[in-house]
């Protein structure tokens, strides 16, 4: 299991999905992530590539994943 406390603002980390919903997001949006934001147990994370398109601009992907009991996702690496 990934300790939070190794996660800092910039590091690229690598999700997979547990449930459903998080399977379907991965396949989505990637499983590579950037964290832009750490709020106690919590990471604001952007994905890698522009993946769906709103008003005709393509758009990242952005999502908060509480850690470590997140029920949709786990972080399986870390990627500085």
Known sequence: MIKI???????????????????????EHGDKWLVEKKCDNKLMLRSRHETFKAGG???????????????????????C
């Open 57 to 79: 601009v393509m758009h990242f992907d952005g999502r908060w994943v509480d850690i470590p009991t997140d029920k949709n996702f786990e972080i399986t690496e870390i990627n």
């Open 5 to 27: 406390n190794k996660l800092i603002e910039g590091n690229w980390i690598t999700l997979k999905g547990i449930t459903g919903h998080g399977k379907n997001r991965i396949r």
